[in-house]
């Protein structure tokens, strides 16, 4: 495809302009048959959700050796919750359906872009119909549909030229570039901040006096004059109760007495003296 900046590149970046199910996602388009590694790698490191294949025209569905190739990354790509589209050619549908697992075709992330390369569209003829057929008579369609150019080219449906310079092209060189630059800015800004984080630091210890718990050159006084001494006047005076009723002698033995109070050696109700 020839196509302005984009000469020997593999990987370029950017939303997906074209109307189709993965309109707008971030993608990572993908030109001719990288490995799988790449791939993901490129996905990864560019945070993409979509994965475009067969861009800038690079599908070829009948070259040696490459039918395994997009039925294995594809798949890959899926299994991992990518959007895929494989962008393919419409007289290479029946191949295309051949070379891709049922899998694949029944997947929600797919997005098969089947392309119909059609010159001076809207200049050659104000009754130009699009017609989509079958490869026979009641071959494998229920019929066929017909479609005039102006409602093929609805606004709403179209792409401008302009609109496909959104994306920046991915070559080692600038991907190297942009990883060390952004290496070098992520260290400067630990710097800033572990500076600033020590001034700070360092102010607000000298804004503080803090005292000592403790005398540590004091050593531990085995009688300190604080001590707490027994206060004589606090303690009750104990005096003997006669005991001479029966009612005393019952409260007698609620405090523990083991003889008859009545008696000659009767125990002593103890009362405090206020």
Not at 115 to 131: A, C, D, Q, Y
Not at 178 to 183: G, I, K, N, S
Not at 219 to 234: E, F, M, N, Y
Request: glycine share 4%.
């Amino acid at each position: 495809m020839n196509r302005d900046g984009h000469k020997d590149v593999t990987f370029f970046v950017g939303p997906e302009v074209e109307h189709t199910p993965a309109y707008s996602k971030r993608t990572l388009f993908v030109v001719g048959t990288p490995s799988l590694e790449e791939i993901l790698k490129q996905a990864k490191d560019n945070r993409v959700t979509h994965v475009f294949m067969g861009a800038n025209h690079s599908f070829e569905a009948d070259k040696t050796n490459t039918t395994q190739y997009w039925d294995k990354i594809i798949t890959a790509l899926l299994d991992r919750s990518f959007w895929v589209t494989l962008d393919y050619q419409a007289h290479e549908h029946e191949l295309v359906l051949q070379m891709l697992n049922a899998g694949i075709w029944q997947s929600r992330l797919f997005v098969p872009l089947l392309g119909v390369r059609i010159p001076s569209i809207e200049t050659s003829s104000p009754n130009l119909t699009v017609k989509i057929d079958d490869v026979d008579f009641k071959a494998t369609n229920r019929g066929v549909w017909c479609m005039h150019f102006h409602e093929v080219t609805d606004s709403n449906r179209f792409t401008d030229w302009q609109d496909y310079e959104s994306d920046s092209v991915i070559d080692d060189a600038s991907f190297a570039l942009a990883q060390t630059q952004a290496a070098s800015i992520v260290s400067g800004l630990e710097n800033i901040i572990e500076s600033k984080a020590k001034q700070v630091v360092l102010e607000i210890a000298d804004e503080l006096v803090i005292a000592p718990l403790n005398d540590t050159d004091l050593g531990l006084d085995t009688k300190p004059t604080t001590a707490l001494k027994t206060d004589l006047d606090a303690v009750p005076e104990i005096v003997a109760a006669v005991v001479t009723t029966p009612a005393d002698a019952a409260a007698a033995y609620a405090d523990g007495a083991t003889q008859d109070p009545l008696s000659a050696e009767a125990s002593k109700k103890p009362k405090s003296k206020k």
